[in-house]
């Protein structure tokens, strides 16, 4: 069974630092593509990040300087570092994986940046 598990949301002041957590289980970690969603209400969902197995990345224009996408495959994490965050980046943030044509979603974890 895979299961994709958020931790690190919160509350932030504009300006501030996150960092975002995703454990997977149940996958082959290093053949995986790992991604960062976001959802803000009313909105659709977006890609923020995205690392490949072989470590290539690529980032929402809006964010690319200010976040940074990581993966630790001994241990089945991807990170996603946030800084310099504004009140629109507040949303759900959902960590996906992509294996070949099958794809996985975590439950979300909510980020809030607001002074």
């Known amino acids: 069974q895979v299961q994709l598990v958020e931790s690190g949301g919160g509350l932030v002041q504009p300006g501030g630092s996150l960092r975002l957590s995703c454990a997977a289980s149940g996958i082959i970690f290093t053949w995986s593509t790992m991604g960062w969603y976001r959802q803000a209400p009313g909105k659709q969902r977006e890609l923020v990040a995205r690392i490949s197995g072989g470590g290539s990345t690529n980032y929402l224009d809006s964010v690319r300087g200010r976040f940074t996408i990581s993966r630790d495959n001994a241990k089945n994490t991807v990170y996603l570092q946030m800084n310099s965050l504004k009140p629109e980046g507040t949303a759900v943030y959902y960590c996906?994986?992509?294996?070949?044509?099958?794809?996985?979603w975590g439950q979300g974890t909510q980020v809030t940046v607001s002074s």
């Open positions: 996906n994986a992509l294996i070949a044509t099958k794809e996985y």
